[in-house]
């Protein structure tokens, strides 16, 4: 294989370039040895502040390695790092590849669930078949009715919601946000404490899956 012609280093003095606000880039096209450098360089990077935050979660605030990851997505992201240093941010995750590095991101969060699906003890799931209904519709309903007495309030907000959104489409946007289950996050935490085989697992994964279904 001729390593000459990737020229690694060209392209990472170009993924590290500042991109001046003031000035309107063009949109870039890339070719496949390029393409394929940065999109790797997007990972290394992600997965390195991932485990360096996520072992700082574990390890000083005694929480678990997805609440690390998590928070470290929202630092690379435009709510930090876009915020305040937003050429570097659109140096390292350029526009133009945004696309592919969420299309990958689901691909991970697929098999992983895939895996998960392989660690579920049926015989737990049928004894504890009728609790994670009764668990999933607590889930849904609570949520539901405490959306029904806020929404009359904060319909009326400026900018909360938009403009002519009546008060039954902003009660059940709202009750389904906080119905909604963070499935792969609750799956990953149930894997991390070990608990992916017992039946108090199972009985979260399933009403899990029955909220998010």
């Not at 392209?11 to 496949?32: E, M, N, W």
């Not at 405490?146 to 059940?172: K, M």
């Amino acid at each position: 294989m001729n390593f000459d012609n990737l020229n690694l280093w060209d392209t990472l003095s170009d993924v590290f370039a500042k991109h001046g606000p003031a000035v309107a880039a063009a949109a870039q096209t890339y070719s496949p040895n390029d393409f394929s450098i940065r999109f790797f360089l997007q990972l290394a990077i992600i997965m390195l502040a991932c485990r360096v935050v996520g072992w700082f979660g574990s390890k000083f605030l005694g929480q678990p390695q997805v609440v690390g990851e998590m928070i470290a997505g929202v630092t690379l992201g435009p709510s930090l790092l876009g915020l305040f240093f937003p050429d570097i941010q659109a140096a390292i995750f350029p526009k133009e590849m945004k696309n592919v590095l969420y299309t990958g991101a689901q691909l991970g969060v697929g098999l992983y669930m895939f895996l998960v699906g392989t660690t579920l003890q049926l015989d737990h799931f049928k004894t504890k078949a009728r609790s994670a209904i009764s668990v999933s519709a607590a889930g849904i309903l609570v949520p539901f009715f405490i959306a029904f007495l806020i929404a009359p309030y904060l319909v009326n907000i400026p900018g909360l919601f938009a403009l002519g959104i009546s008060q039954a489409n902003a009660t059940l946007f709202m009750g389904a946000c906080i119905a909604l289950t963070a499935f792969p996050m609750l799956a990953r935490i149930i894997n991390e404490r070990g608990l992916a085989n017992t039946s108090l697992g199972t009985l979260s994964l399933t009403a899990g899956a029955f909220d998010d279904a």
